[in-house]
């Protein structure tokens, strides 16, 4: 059975500082891996969608990377803004079914 | 393009209440997903379909919840009798591919938050 972990569960940083979230999950043998954005009281946005034979997706200030063998994802935001508080979640696929870590809250403090 | 569409957005309801919610996924989007969302958690699969046949409903409670999605387009999920522990957030999500092993990218909706008093 996938299990997905989320390490630290929250997070806070000051503004304009670059950071990592990390994601880990227990069986390789994933189809893609990917990276949400939820905010308070709304549905999932997704960031980044990593198919399994990519290493790495960027968007804007954001990028993702896959290390399947070794089991990890990480978040890499740049430049960090107040807007960017919200709760980041990952999700990997395989055999069409998809599991959630339970996220990490991040708040940038202007 | 317009995203997933949820309704009600809202439900307070009584122990024991019947509930239901109503998801139109994004046009062309085979797979439609139900998950629950606990505070502080994850969402978990509740049942997923591809077109209008159930691919896996193994999470489901079925003596409490149900599901449909006619004509491979909108859905909905029922819960009766609900109860204190199904307060959480339905979420409803769709992707464009069916195959069984790489559905693609999904796309959520704002969710249905259900209180039960």
């Known amino acids: 059975k996938q299990e997905v972990t989320q390490i630290p569960a929250a997070l806070s940083v000051p503004e304009g500082e670059n950071l990592v979230l990390n994601c880990s999950f227990t069986?390789?043998?994933?189809?893609?891996l990917q990276w949400f954005r939820q905010d308070p009281g709304k549905g999932l946005t997704s960031l980044l969608l990593?198919?399994?034979?990519?290493r790495e997706q960027t968007s804007g200030r954001l990028n993702a990377s896959l290390d399947k063998s070794s089991g990890r994802s990480t978040l890499y935001i740049a430049a960090s803004q107040p807007g960017d508080s919200a709760t980041y979640l990952c999700?990997?696929?395989?055999?069409?079914?998809?599991?959630f870590g339970d996220g990490t809250t991040l708040t940038v403090k202007p | 393009e317009a995203g997933v569409a949820q309704s009600p957005r809202y439900k307070i309801i009584e122990k024991r209440q019947s509930v239901a919610f109503w998801c139109n996924p994004i046009?062309?989007?085979?797979?439609l997903y139900w998950y629950q969302q606990i505070l502080g958690q994850g969402p978990k699969l509740l049942i997923q379909?591809?077109?209008?046949?159930?691919?896996?409903d193994s999470q489901l409670p079925k003596d409490r919840f149900s599901a449909e999605r006619l004509k491979g387009v909108d859905s909905t999920l029922k819960i009766q009798p609900a109860k204190l522990e199904d307060s959480a957030v339905y979420l409803c999500?769709?992707?464009?591919?069916?195959?069984?092993?790489?559905?693609?990218?999904?796309?959520f909706g704002e969710g249905s938050r259900l209180t039960v008093l």
């Open positions: 999500a769709s992707s464009l591919l069916s195959g069984g092993h790489n559905t693609g990218e999904l796309f």
């Open positions: 069986d390789s043998a994933i189809y893609n």
């Open positions: 990593i198919q399994s034979s990519q």
């Open positions: 999700a990997v696929e395989d055999a069409g079914k998809s599991t």
């Open positions: 046009s062309g989007h085979a797979t």
């Open positions: 379909f591809q077109n209008n046949g159930v691919v896996d």
